[in-house]
Nanobody
């Protein structure tokens, strides 16, 4: 059974950092395009950062460039979203997604994915 489980969310002050985790089971993340999305209350889902499996190309939303990065731990079949310099506008539920065919842009911009996690809440507030 294909499953993605996010963790690591919480309450952080503006300017702080968090690292989110996305653990996969039932498939090998090495061969999948992986992406992070977020949805704030009353707003639509938006792609945050996606990395293609085929060529490693990356799509970053403009609002996270220079602040968020993604990394992998292949041994744990887990990807991480490191978020720095957090702002109140970053408050949202963050979810990870995976797809074996989508490019990074197709995933982040068009929401092309076949597997989706339940999400973890990130709240940025003083």
């Amino acid at each position: 059974q294909v499953q993605l489980v996010e963790s690591g969310g919480g309450l952080v002050q503006p300017g702080g950092s968090l690292r989110l985790s996305c653990a996969a089971s039932g498939f090998n993340l090495d061969y999948y395009t992986i992406g992070w999305f977020r949805q704030a209350p009353g707003k639509g889902r938006e792609g945050v950062l996606c990395i293609s499996a085929s060529d490693g190309s990356t799509y970053y939303a403009n609002f996270v460039k220079g602040r968020f990065t993604m990394s992998r731990d292949n041994a744990k079949n887990t990807v991480y979203l490191q978020m720095n310099s957090l702002k109140p506008d970053d408050t949202a539920v963050y979810s990870c997604a995976a797809d074996s065919w989508a490019t990074a842009q197709a995933m982040c911009v068009n929401g092309a994915f076949s597997s989706w996690g339940q999400g973890t809440q990130v709240t940025v507030s003083s």
